[in-house]
């Protein structure tokens, strides 16, 4: 399984995140919480994000898609400053079929939030940053 390479947002230290570990990544220089930002298909799916250690934005798009690569920065920045909190999978509809069939993905890009495998959010479409934070902080602060 892949690891990304991520910079502390603390302490700008780069750090290798693995995309599925048990925990949760700190800075290996400070102990900050890193962000937690994989990718993952068919066959990494499970690892990656159904065992997630914490809940789970799943970012269901595709390269094809405008308002998919518009989200993406945004997705990220979340991830970013929900480091500990969130760890955001990313997931290319066409190089994973069984995954979009899995969330019955109509449209692109899906958001998906996850907790310990099961569903517990959907939004389609593209929004802000500070909108899609809303959405994730409040949404686990009721489920």
């Keep these: 399984?892949?690891?990304?390479?991520?910079?502390?947002?603390?302490?700008?230290?780069?750090?290798?995140?693995?995309?599925?570990?048990?925990?949760?990544?700190?800075?290996?220089?400070?102990?900050?919480?890193?962000?937690w930002i994989a990718h993952a298909d068919d066959r990494t799916f499970g690892d990656v994000a159904d065992r997630a250690a914490v809940p789970v934005l799943v970012d269901l798009w595709a390269t094809w898609c405008g308002p998919c690569r518009m989200v993406s920065p945004a997705l990220e920045r979340v991830a970013t400053d929900l480091a500990g909190?969130?760890?955001?999978?990313?997931?290319?509809v066409d190089q994973a079929p069984a995954v979009a069939r899995r969330f019955d993905v109509r449209a692109v890009p899906t958001l998906i939030l996850m907790r310990d495998g099961k569903t517990i959010a959907r939004q389609s479409g593209a929004a802000s940053a500070p909108t899609l934070r809303r959405w994730v902080e409040q949404t686990l602060a009721s489920a």
Excluded: F
Excluded at 5 to 34: D, F, H, M, Y
């Design 1 to 35: 399984m892949s690891a990304e390479i991520v910079t502390c947002p603390n302490c700008k230290q780069r750090n290798r995140v693995p995309a599925a570990a048990p925990g949760k990544p700190v800075c290996g220089s400070c102990k900050e919480p890193l962000p």
């Design 85 to 92: 909190v969130v760890k955001l999978v990313k997931v290319d």
